[in-house]
């Protein structure tokens, strides 16, 4: 049941509108029903350690009973072989045998629905971003080839959706938090001539800590180094004019301060919906900041003071060097001599009962983890 480009094309602008507006996934729902003769659907995004539900055609009730009572046992979910996305009740055991589960029993049945098929989206890591799955029942015949076949056609198009709908709900989540964060990711809207037409709090910080890799002038994004503010221009430059470095996500690039050393992570995308924050114009790029510092609460201070008995300059150093600075540059930072901070860190090994900084600083880690 090979898909025509129309029904595509279709099917696509649903799922993009579902990305930028959460009420329409019933509408992207039904036309992934009717693509594959369908009675329902289900999306499911990881969240952290959870899944959220985007769109379910299940009672509510059966919904919860779910994933309380029986997704720990659906021999749906653990699939076939790990690379195996795309596949159907069939593909993972013979009828008889599905027809025991409890799954079947318990959940199916009772809905009238006979036959499951499921594909898993992957996130960068390896593990599961989405899970889509859909269902017949009453007279309609069990999944076969034919279907798994037009799900490969329509996986692609998912998988870019769920990527969108994780990446909106984060910069959504960001720009309405208000909160700075220590570490980022901070957002941002530029156009093609790098003027900023939204800056979110999180990377108003990652700016300000970072005035010689990337800084606002006159309302416009630059860089103070020369190759730095040449790879923006042409990362903003595809991004506008809808494209990307790779033709999938966007742009990566690792920006260096004036020493050389990297500082921070961004990511340049296009923006088809500047409408989301409250823009109209077309041609705009998404920029998404990291730092590549680890920030270390300063709080964590007296914490290390009454836990080994430190002085207030050792918990200062020890702070520094958790958020990766060499002996160097911590000395650099607190203005004082590197015989002063190595004489320091002897006190640290001393006082903490460790013999090297890679060991002191995975133990202070782990004694100021949360």
Not at 17 to 45: E, H, I, K, Q
Not at 58 to 74: G, L, N, Q, V
Not at 93 to 113: E, K, V
Not at 252 to 272: M, Q, Y
Request: hydrophobic content about 40%.
């Amino acid at each position: 049941m090979a898909l025509d480009a129309n029904s595509l094309t279709r099917l696509s602008i649903d799922l993009y509108d579902a990305c930028y507006d959460p009420g329409r996934w019933p509408l992207a729902a039904r036309a992934l029903r009717d693509c594959l003769d369908s009675m329902a659907a289900t999306l499911v995004v990881r969240q952290g350690t959870d899944f959220r539900t985007m769109h379910s055609d299940c009672d509510a009730d059966y919904s919860r009973r779910y994933w309380r009572d029986f997704s720990s046992r659906d021999p749906m979910l653990a699939g076939p072989a790990p690379a195996r996305r795309i596949y159907c009740d069939q593909t993972v055991m013979d009828r008889a045998r599905f027809r025991r589960t409890a799954l079947f029993n318990d959940w199916l049945r009772p809905q009238d629905r006979h036959s499951v098929l499921l594909v898993k989206i992957p996130d960068e890591r390896g593990g599961t971003a989405a899970i889509f799955s859909l269902n017949r029942g009453g007279s309609q015949p069990f999944y076969g080839p034919d279907d798994l076949a037009a799900c490969r056609q329509i996986e692609p198009l998912l998988a870019h959706a769920v990527r969108h709908q994780r990446r909106i709900a984060q910069l959504r989540a960001l720009s309405e938090t208000g909160r700075p964060s220590a570490n980022g990711p901070g957002h941002l809207i530029l156009d093609t001539g790098r003027r900023v037409r939204h800056l979110d709090p999180a990377a108003a910080a990652l700016l300000d800590r970072h005035p010689d890799v990337l800084v606002i002038r006159g309302g416009l994004l630059g860089a103070p180094d020369g190759a730095t503010a040449s790879q923006l221009a042409h990362g903003l430059l595809r991004a506008c004019a809808g494209l990307s470095a790779t033709g999938r996500t966007g742009t990566d690039l690792l920006l260096r301060d004036t020493a050389g050393r990297p500082r921070l992570a961004l990511h340049i995308a296009p923006l088809p919906h500047a409408q989301v924050f409250g823009l109209e114009d077309a041609g705009l790029a998404s920029l998404t900041l990291r730092s590549l510092r680890a920030d270390v609460d300063p709080e964590v201070i007296p914490h290390l003071q009454a836990l080994f008995g430190l002085s207030p300059k050792e918990a200062a150093l020890a702070r520094t060097l958790m958020q990766g600075l060499s002996l160097r540059e911590a000395a650099l930072e607190r203005h004082v001599g590197l015989t002063t901070v190595r004489s320091q860190l002897s006190s640290l090994f001393r006082k903490t009962g460790t013999t090297r900084q890679g060991q002191l600083i995975a133990l202070l880690a782990r004694a100021t983890a949360a």
